[in-house]
Structures are given as C-alpha cells and as structure tokens.
C-alpha cells in the first residue's frame, strides 16, 4: 500500500482554468503538507495542517486553498491557473510537527502544466 | 530563519568513485539537518538526519554525512558510488526549537559513469 498517494500525477490544463490536487495518507499521522517544487528542483513549502488546522501557510497567492476534509486527506485546490503555476507539486505527511528531527513521508508528486 | 546552500546543481562522478556532495548551512538555533534523496520519478525519500550528539550519521545506502559546527557543513559522502545512486540530493534544515517547516537546498543531481 502506498503510504502517501497523491492524484492526479500529471495534469495539463489552461490558463484560467480551476484545478484540484488529491491527497491522502495511510499512515495515521497528524501532519500533512504541500510542497511546490519549480523547474529549478527548488522545493518550497506552501501549507500545512494539522488535525484539519492550518499552522504553516506560507506566502503563496490565494488563488491556492488547501482542503483538509480529515486528518488523512489534504487536498489543493488552484483558482485561474497561470503559466507560473507549472511545477511539481508534492504532498507529504508526518506525525509529530512539534518534534523537529521527524521524517516527512513523500508523496510521488503532481506534475502540473499550465499552457 | 533558515536557509541551505547546496555547492553544485550537478556532480558526476564514475561507478566506485567517492561522492560527495556538499551543503551549507544558516541556522540562528541548534539545527536538525536531513540528507532527502529522489529518484526519477518519485517522492522524496529520507537518507540520513542530525538531531544531537553523534557528528557522524549514517543512512541508507552506505550514505554518511558529518555535522560541523565549525564550518556550518553538513556534507554527504559515499566511499562507493553505484549505478542506482543516481538521483537528486536535497539538504534541508530545520530550527530546534520553535520552527515547524522543513527549508531545503536547491539540489543536486548526482549522475553515474560506467
């Protein structure tokens, strides 16, 4: 069984178009995350929730808003896509976010591009 | 705050050949410093991780990494490189205290020569 899946894993779109990323996590951990990586392999943090409560958010347009139905489902919702939107969007989990040597559990990503 | 420097986008060295693969850090508090590795095609995946104690961590793969303080390093080393160890290398930090968020390096893709 996967550990974190994420779907879909590519997703080709237009310009303005609304758009959704899924994720779940089998783990039972506590902590999901979204990360953007750009063309350059720079990976950065968008958000991350806790038991459903959002404790990072980071300066990322509000065209972008996380869902988080329950603790194992994080998903990305992206309001008119812009071409600066393509990158690979990963989503990841752990348990404690309070406990700072934790591993991130990865999902396989999210390849988007914007046309 | 937090910041990683990763020396090189793209190391290549030959099959047996030492690896090495260099990252600096920034850090205000005590870091945690963690080795991630990616295959094509995939997630992230932990190597090796420096919370206290012991400078010299090992991880998987016959991957090792040393903290100095002195030298704000965090290098990855291999004494043997194989085929499947190419891939991308991130180096992230973290804050001991406080910080919830994971900041990475930029990368580096370690290629194999036959």
């Known amino acids: 069984d996967t550990a974190v899946s994420q779907t879909p894993k590519y997703l080709v779109t237009q310009m303005g178009n609304d758009k959704s990323i899924k994720c779940e996590q089998n783990?039972?951990?506590?902590?999901m995350y979204w990360y953007k990586q750009d063309s350059k392999k720079f990976l950065k943090i968008m958000f991350s929730?806790?038991?459903?409560?959002?404790?990072i958010n980071e300066t990322v347009p509000n065209r972008f808003s996380p869902k988080s139905p329950d603790k194992a489902h994080l998903n990305l919702h992206i309001n008119s896509l812009e071409l600066g939107d393509s990158a690979v969007y990963f989503c990841?989990?752990?348990?404690?976010?309070?406990?700072?040597?934790?591993?991130?559990?990865f999902g396989s990503g999210t390849q988007l591009s914007v046309l | 705050a937090q910041s990683v420097t990763q020396l090189g986008s793209h190391v290549s060295v030959s099959e047996g050949a030492l690896v090495l693969l260099r990252c600096n850090y920034s850090s205000s508090v005590p870091p945690y410093l963690f080795w991630y590795v990616q295959y094509p095609n995939q997630g992230l995946q932990l190597l090796l991780k420096y919370t206290t104690g012991a400078t010299l961590v090992k991880g998987i793969n016959g991957f090792e990494a040393e903290f100095k303080k002195s030298e704000t390093s965090f290098h990855l080393t291999k004494p043997s490189a194989h085929m499947s160890d190419a891939a991308e290398y991130f180096c992230a930090v973290r804050a001991s205290q406080g910080a919830q968020k994971l900041v990475f390096g930029q990368g580096t893709r370690l290629t194999i020569n036959p």
């Open positions: 929730y806790n038991n459903k409560e959002l404790i």
């Open positions: 990841a989990s752990s348990q404690d976010p309070g406990v700072p040597n934790e591993k991130l559990f």
């Open positions: 783990l039972g951990h506590d902590t």
